[in-house]
T-cell receptor, first 113, second 113 residues
Framework: NAGVTQTPKFRVLKTGQSMTLLCAQDMNHEYMYWYRQDPGMGLRLIHYSVGEGTTAKGEVPDGYNVSRLKKQNFLLGLESAAPSQTSVYFC????????????FGPGTRLTVL | AQSVAQPEDQVNVAEGNPLTVKCTYSVSGNPYLFWYVQYPNRGLQFLLKYITGDNLVKGSYGFEAEFNKSQTSFHLKKPSALVSDSALYFCAVRDTNAGKSTFGDGTTLTVKP
């Protein structure tokens, strides 16, 4: 089992360009999350999904969109990248609500010039 | 609303000495509490969690955590630190009525030989 994978691992964009980050999981988990990690700021939740076809905003959703068309995939889109979106992005998943721990992907390092 | 505080950005200990990484939380209901570890250029890995019952929770790699309801704390401990324990540690809380977790800003643990 691959667990949680993220594509790509690294990316450099110019301001105004668009891109999509893919998170894929083979654990049949219901919940999926996108976080960004910046130095000294911990993990901040961008968007999340509690099941196929559903998405919701986290604490820092502006400038990002998401889609969950298939249960195993959660896509994060940047329509017009800005330097403030330079960060490391992590996807995480867990089973149904409750005390289930999250499983994290290896991260995507994005630089916006 | 729920929140987590990790009051120390950095903890330094000598190898073989006990270590403590502090975490306090705030939730409106009952909490599920988690500790995760992050090694350089990797995603977060689950260490242990508190659901209910015994206040002392044992987890991976010899780590344990003590839940204290009156002090709203969930400190991570290990009796004898190893150099390989050096990493970034995150505490997280999830209200039992909520699906999302809130993470602290992280504490960098450095264990010196």
């Amino acid at each position: 089992n691959a667990g949680v994978t993220q594509t790509p691992k690294f990316r450099v964009l110019k301001t105004g360009q668009s891109m999509t980050l893919l998170c894929a999981q083979d654990m049949n988990h219901e919940y999926m999350y996108w976080y960004r990690q910046d130095p000294g700021m911990g993990l901040r939740l961008i968007h999340y999904s509690v099941g196929e076809g559903t998405t919701a905003k986290g604490e820092v959703p502006d400038g990002y969109n998401v889609s969950r068309l298939k249960k195993q995939n959660f896509l994060l889109g940047l329509e017009s990248a800005a330097p403030s979106q330079t960060s490391v992005y992590f996807c995480a998943t867990h089973r149904l609500a409750g005390a289930n721990e999250q499983f994290f992907g290896p991260g995507t390092r994005l630089t916006v010039l | 609303a729920q929140s987590v505080a990790q009051p120390e950005d950095q903890v330094n200990v000598a190898e073989g000495n006990p270590l403590t990484v502090k975490c306090t939380y705030s939730v409106s209901g009952n909490p599920y509490l988690f500790w995760y570890v992050q090694y350089p250029n990797r995603g977060l890995q689950f260490l242990l969690k508190y659901i209910t019952g015994d206040n002392l929770v044992k987890g991976s790699y010899g780590f344990e955590a003590e839940f204290n309801k009156s002090q709203t704390s969930f400190h991570l401990k290990k009796p004898s630190a190893l150099v390989s324990d050096s990493a970034l540690y995150f505490c997280a809380v999830r209200d039992t009525n909520a699906g999302k977790s809130t993470f602290g800003d992280g504490t960098t643990l450095t264990v010196k030989p």
